[in-house]
């Protein structure tokens, strides 16, 4: 019997909202939209939860600092929003990435759902120049893999997807699916988000979800521009798509992306792809002088 999931993949636009009523039933409305085309798997992007800003007023929207806290104190609400929908449609979802704050650390965390609630999260593992110089943004604590009813999926949150020692450490703990939420405010910058994640598909020999946030946001700096496209990738080993996309959306066009994959394909191509580039990684060392 095949293990067949369906994983929608967001590319998602930042709205402004003048109540918390307006952000929750747009994200209930994108919710099922993708529960009635029958994802059991729901992936949105990374900062999307700055959207949340707005309701600080265009003073705390508009400021790095305040905009970062205002969003960090409404975690509480979008989690229970997230696993409320997670519940009510049955489905799995990451959550948008947002600034959480523990102590004096400030970090960007993304929240996996199940039907019965909060799985866990993931924080962000390497920050990127804006991040470190000047939203001051710390890194997370390790790596987590998430083993759930649908398979076993770790997250590699945009930047986190250009370093192969990362999805590498999730791959090798077991991981059959890797999320990467992305937020990049050029298409340079979605293409290193993209490149990273297809080659992160390739030498692991998994699947992997690009969900980005698209379109202007010109109240919030901090995610003032956005540029990308969902995808869904796998390895191009012979038992998957040529081009290893198994499914991509236009560029910078809002929406979800689908696709059905069976993850017993995943256990295959490590054991029987024309290449096996995961289970030939360790010999890397060997050629070393």
């Not at 085309?37 to 800003?53: D, I, K, R």
């Not at 007023?57 to 104190?73: C, I, P, R, Y």
């Not at 995610?223 to 959306?249: K, M, Q, T």
Request: with cysteine; proline share 5%; charged share 20%.
């Amino acid at each position: 019997m095949s293990r067949e999931v369906t994983i929608a993949a967001a590319a998602y636009p930042l709205d402004w909202f003048e109540d918390w009523a307006g952000y929750a039933a747009k994200v209930a409305a994108w919710v099922a939209e993708a529960a009635g085309q029958g994802a059991q798997l729901l992936v949105f992007p990374e900062y999307a939860a700055m959207e949340l800003a707005s309701l600080g007023g265009t003073e705390v929207a508009a400021d790095l600092d305040a905009s970062l806290s205002h969003v960090a104190g409404l975690r509480a609400e979008m989690e229970a929003l997230f696993a409320s929908l997670a519940a009510q449609h049955g489905v799995h979802i990451l959550a948008p990435s947002g600034p959480v704050i523990e102590g004096a650390k400030r970090v960007n965390r993304a929240s996996l759902f199940g039907p019965g609630g909060l799985i866990g999260h993931q924080d962000k593992a390497i920050m990127t120049r804006f991040e470190r110089e000047i939203w001051h943004v710390d890194a997370g604590d390790g790596l987590v893999l998430f083993d759930t009813a649908l398979g076993k999926i770790g997250v590699t949150i945009c930047y986190d997807s250009e370093f192969p020692l990362l999805a590498r450490a999730l791959a090798e703990a077991g991981a059959e699916i890797l999320l990467v939420p992305s937020c990049t405010d050029t298409v340079a910058g979605y293409n290193r988000v993209r490149i990273g994640t297809m080659a992160r598909a390739l030498e692991n020999q998994c699947v992997t979800v690009q969900a980005p946030t698209v379109g202007d946001a010109l109240w919030c700096p901090a995610v003032d521009e956005n540029r990308g496209a969902a995808a869904i990738f796998a390895p191009p080993d012979g038992l998957w798509p040529e081009s290893g996309v198994v499914a991509e959306g236009g560029l910078d066009s809002p929406g979800w992306v689908l696709a059905k994959v069976d993850l017993d394909q995943v256990a295959r191509s490590r054991a029987e792809g024309t290449v096996l580039p995961f289970k030939h990684w360790a010999e890397q060392t060997r050629k070393l002088w």
